[in-house]
């Protein structure tokens, strides 16, 4: 049976799969020495990240990650923007998951959307550990995409986000339909709406099921 991860297992990955601080490159050798004790197998996994992290002046990390996340929708750190893209789905969506932070008594003090991963995982560390696997086996298909998405880029932070997919119970399912990214794009697809400007926009999919981070709700 999987065991579920050590709640330090997601405090350390929210942390080096954030925007690159100096707070962060000092606390490298706390965190690396923290999880050889609770974690080594994820410890040897992120090896190349604390390396990357180590190695290079913070402006040369910061535009590193900006260029990887910011700048590749593909790499979004936001999990809903490859479920649903700019569908208006989206925004339920994060009222379901602040709803899910709030029963949790989790109120996010960031200015990130709350789908952003970083903070997601912070969620996931304060949660009872069977719970915080249940949550990311719902989002392990969209983690596991990103994943892939990096790899194929060569980005240093595909060890992370692989490891984050190698902790969940079940076995990630692939997206098979990628979400509109932007307006051109939605209008090129659906073309213009009934007002002749803004696109039809059509919910976007998977076969799997969409991340729900809320619990299903029993029918009256």
């Known amino acids: ?65 900006v260029g990887t996340f910011d700048r590749q929708p593909a790499h979004s750190l936001h999990l809903f923007e490859h479920l649903h893209g700019e569908d208006r789905a989206r925004g339920q969506a994060m009222v379901d998951l602040i709803e899910e932070y709030r029963a949790h008594g989790f109120e996010p003090v960031s200015p990130e959307l709350p789908d952003y991963l970083p903070l997601f995982l912070e969620f996931l560390s304060l949660c009872a550990a069977d719970e915080a696997c249940r949550l990311l086996d719902d989002a392990v298909h969209v983690v596991a995409h990103i994943a892939r998405q990096l790899a194929s880029r060569d980005s240093v932070y595909a060890c992370a986000v692989h490891a984050l997919a190698a902790l969940a ?19 090129e697809t659906f073309g213009p709406g009934a007002d002749g400007v803004e696109p039809l926009l059509k919910p976007v999919m998977p076969q799997i099921a969409p991340v729900n981070f809320h619990r299903t709700r029993p029918h009256a």
């Open 169 to 187: 119970s079940v076995a990630p399912q692939p997206l098979t339909v990628p979400p509109i990214r932007d307006m051109d794009e939605a209008l």
């Open 1 to 65: 049976m999987h065991a579920p991860a050590h709640p330090l297992s997601y405090r350390v990955l929210s942390l080096l799969l954030d925007y690159p601080e100096q707070p962060l490159i000092d606390a490298l050798p706390e965190l690396d020495a923290a999880l050889a004790d609770v974690a080594p197998a994820l410890r040897t996994e992120l090896a190349p990240l604390y390396a990357h992290l180590a190695g290079a002046p913070l402006i040369e990390l910061q535009e590193i990650y």
